[in-house]
């Protein structure tokens, strides 16, 4: 039945409670000790050091309502938002935690009563499957999970086995780690054949959901790479709060849930009616991105050219620029924080102190980037349309049986200037009515230069615009630009950005210099 989201939370967190669980306060979005991690992922992140058995808590069983951010780093599904139905930038990922206390079956006792019992969530058994670890790496296959599973009453037939992608977790490369097991939602065939989604990922995301994870924290790795059993197994689990709704309200997206209508109506208003897809898209990430930014910089972020300041200078210039595709081009994300306040300051008292605050934030950021973007956007957006038009002058000629040699020669060199090079018969040959226009990479290094325009900027609204983004030839246009600049400036740093964006990177926060996650560098 209809339950809302906030039900929903308070439900899961008093479940736990009646189950000897101590609620935790949601930790910080940025780590607090640990410096590996970009943002605060998961419900364990603010437990690692219990878990690892080095801090000690008055309590043994947790349960948390915890705010965490995927977008850089390890996890990343900024790219996903919007054009998925169920990721997000920001999310609340609700958890119970065990630590050292009990194991895999109390764990998969709590979280099929809590799913399944009528008191509680009371979701149908038939919509449900499970996975367990089908064995890999050395690793046997989870046996006790699959049989906890058929006594707690799954059919067989509804338990999944899953390789070490998917069902194997672990903390680093040594250290804890174990099997999970994970439930899944059937949206239905209706979900599957629901248009209005694009799902450029691959994966058919549409019709089996992924609702909740749990970890069976078994082993410890040790530097050789052997597995002993841990003294004391642990459990840490995550189920996605938005998606639990969208299963408990019946509707085939979290973005329609009562998480996110209010947000998505709060754009529309601050900005304009959505009448076709890309548009609803647009209101969907201006929602997401009002969530992820307005609690970031309450948990103290600042816009910035690097490291999480950088992720988040992101993740707001998106939404600005969704604003700005559905017309809007003056500040109004600012409101959006206040919307975001409004909605979630019952469950994060924290967001009633920081939305002045937030808010400032946002706005300065609006301004500054709307100084960079006056000059440059229109210019891509002028490099985009160019690029189409140019794709479908060739696709006219190509189809009207014209062969490149028959091609009038003003044309071709036309054409040939806006490649950059001689239109080959490869060329020739590559188009096609499916194939995707691309939008020639020297030309859009040019606007890099001159207005700096973020590079993610321009991708991201080549990819929004169905236009291929020749990185490549991106990447070659910037060698030679800073082989050129080497050359006659010889210890001038950094010369390629344009004047008026150094000028504007000027007054920016600069708390980190470079963040590395997994042994990477990030940004
Ligand atoms: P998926 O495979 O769908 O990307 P995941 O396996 O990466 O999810 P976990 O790391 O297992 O996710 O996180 C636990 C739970 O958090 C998931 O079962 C899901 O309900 C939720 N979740 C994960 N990523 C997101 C996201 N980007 N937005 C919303 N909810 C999420
Ligand atoms: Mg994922
Ligand atoms: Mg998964
Ligand atoms: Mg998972």
């Excluded at 992608?165 to 804890?176: A, E, L, R, V």
């Excluded at 509707?251 to 009448?275: C, G, M, Q, Y």
């Excluded at 898209?281 to 991105?289: E, K, M, T, V, Y």
């Excluded at 060739?394 to 014209?402: I, N, S």
């Amino acid at each position: 039945q209809y339950r809302s989201g906030s039900d929903i939370r308070e439900t899961f967190l008093r479940f736990f409670e009646t189950k000897g669980h101590r609620r935790v306060h949601s930790s910080s979005l940025v780590p607090a000790n640990d410096p590996t991690l970009l943002f605060t992922n998961a419900g364990m992140n603010q437990f690692k050091d219990v878990f690892l058995g080095v801090e000690h808590r008055d309590y043994n069983r947790a349960t948390t309502s915890q705010k965490c951010v995927r977008a850089g780093g390890k996890h990343n599904d900024l790219e996903n938002v919007g054009f998925t139905r169920r990721h997000h930038t920001f999310f609340e990922m609700l958890g119970n935690f065990s630590f050292g206390d009990y194991f895999k079956k109390d764990a998969i006792a709590y979280a099929w009563e809590l799913v399944t019992s009528p008191e509680w969530f009371g979701i149908p058994k038939d919509r449900l499957y499970v996975t367990i670890f089908k064995g890999e790496n050395g690793v046997p296959r989870d046996e006790e999970a699959y049989k906890l599973w058929l006594e707690t009453g799954v059919p067989a037939e509804r338990i999944f086995e899953m390789g070490a992608k998917d069902n194997f977790w672990q903390m680093g490369d040594t250290g804890p780690c174990g099997p999970c097991s994970e439930i899944f939602y059937d949206m239905g065939i209706e979900a599957a054949e629901t248009p209005g989604v694009n799902k450029p990922f691959g994966e058919d995301d549409a019709r089996y959901v992924e609702i909740w994870n749990l970890v069976f924290m078994q082993f410890d790795r040790s530097a050789n790479g052997e597995l002993a059993l841990l003294p004391k197994p642990s459990i840490d689990t995550g189920a996605g709060l938005e998606r639990m709704a969208s299963v408990m309200q019946g509707v085939l997206s979290n973005f329609e849930t009562d998480l996110f209508t209010p947000l998505i109506k709060r754009a529309a208003e601050l900005t304009a009616e959505a009448t076709d897809d890309r548009q609803k898209a647009s209101l969907r990430i201006i929602a997401d991105h009002a969530r992820a930014a307005t609690f970031l910089i309450s948990d103290g972020v600042l816009p910035a050219n690097e490291g999480r300041g950088y992720v988040l200078r992101k993740i707001l210039r998106r939404g600005i620029r969704h604003g700005r595709l559905l017309g809007q081009d003056k500040p109004f994300m600012r409101e959006m924080v206040y919307a975001v306040r409004d909605e979630m300051a019952g469950a994060y008292p924290e967001l009633n102190e920081s939305a002045d605050r937030v808010a400032k934030v946002v706005e300065a950021e609006e301004r500054q980037f709307a100084r960079v973007l006056e000059i440059g956007a229109r210019q891509l957006d002028q490099l985009l349309a160019k690029s189409k038009d140019t794709y479908a002058r060739l696709l006219e000629a190509k189809q009207a049986e014209k062969n490149l040699a028959s091609m009038p020669n003003e044309a071709l060199a036309e054409l040939s200037s806006w490649f950059g090079r001689p239109i080959s018969e490869e060329d020739w040959g590559d188009i096609a009515p499916q194939a995707n226009p691309s939008v020639p990479g020297d030309k859009a290094f040019h606007l890099y230069e001159t207005f700096g325009l973020p590079l993610d900027f321009m991708t991201d609204a080549a990819h929004d615009a169905g236009i291929h983004f020749d990185l490549d030839g991106f990447e070659a246009a910037r060698a030679e630009e800073q082989a050129r600049a080497r050359a006659s400036w010889k210890g001038g740093a950094k010369q390629s950005a344009s004047p008026v964006y150094r000028e504007l990177a000027k007054t920016d926060f600069e708390g980190y210099k470079t963040l590395r996650v997994d042994g990477a560098e990030v940004l």
